[in-house]
């Protein structure tokens, strides 16, 4: 029988997979539609793109990984259970390492420091988060490893002697934790110093412009503020999502029906999901895309004919219609 927290977990599971979904692909659609149209993306774009693309796939594990373990235990059998595992590892590292790298850009891009080491940075901001993805992989690659093996040890959990599964089997989990700890402990505190960094630059604009006279709210100011808005609410959402995963990861051993490690596997799902929608809101082009394509639904739901279409003051275009 299902209790009552399992049926309300379940359905803030299904809602935020759904949202999640519709943010996600809604970026990819945009961008791609842009892509066709333009034949190319911006550095920014490209990134939202992949980004958009890697948090699907960790959505849909995420909630095939909900379903098996309280819906239908039997499903996880061993070689399953690892195909689940590997797939998180994937969707995981690039749904991280994308957000990480958005965070990084943004920071060499809209941050203003006189150092040349910065304006070498600076000048080749591409090149450079394009070098931290790729060495990411490095990351990758063990971790795979590791959670392989470890899986393969918890198939023969009751073969063998004891000795050999307790010890060997202890020193493979350790791997694994130390791998997944290194693997999202590095892009966090890599987003964190982009995010101090650019408090310290807009700082010092704020600083500069008191000097001079100048108000505080110039479009650069703007910019700095809607940037780091984004920044911290990519570490939020990233800090919740970490806490689950250990939370998981050491709970490995408890039953599955684990109230604690249920409602960790909800707040999991807050992050590949609510941050899109922050996405859309913090870029110009994704939102006013979003709000065209809300204000041409609105017309629809009301069964109105669509007429002349107007700019209104976001710059954006708002169907009108006509009642019948």
Known sequence: MISLLQSI??????????????????????????????????SADQILTALAVSRIALLWVLVLDWHANVFNPAFYSSGVRTVVHIARTVSNHFSLWFGTSLSLLYFLKIANFSSLFFLHLKWKARRGVLTILLGSLVFLVFHLAVVSLDDKMQMNTYEGNLTWKTKLQDIVHLSNMTAFTLANFIPFTMSLMALLLLLFSLWKHLKKMQLSGKGSQDASTKVHVRAMQT??????????????????????????????????????????????????????????????????????????????????????????????
Request: aromatic share 10%; net charge positive; hydrophobic share 50%.
């Open 9 to 42: 977990l379940s359905t803030l599971m299904i809602a935020e997979f759904v949202l999640g979904n519709f943010a996600n692909v809604f970026i990819a659609l945009v961008n791609g539609i842009d892509w066709t149209k333009k034949r190319k993306l911006s």
């Open 231 to 324: 920044v911290i609410s990519f570490l939020s959402l990233f800090l919740i999502y970490f806490l689950t995963l250990v939370i998981s990861v050491w709970s490995f051993d408890s039953l599955h029906n684990d109230p604690v490690l249920q409602c960790g596997q909800v707040l999991a799902i807050l992050y590949p999901s609510n941050h899109s929608f922050i996405l859309i809101w913090g870029n110009k082009k994704l939102n006013q895309n979003c709000l065209s394509v809300l204000c041409q639904l609105r017309c629809w739901l009301k069964e109105r004919k669509p007429s002349i279409p107007q700019i209104n003051k976001r710059g954006m275009i708002c169907v009108l219609a006509e009642t019948k």
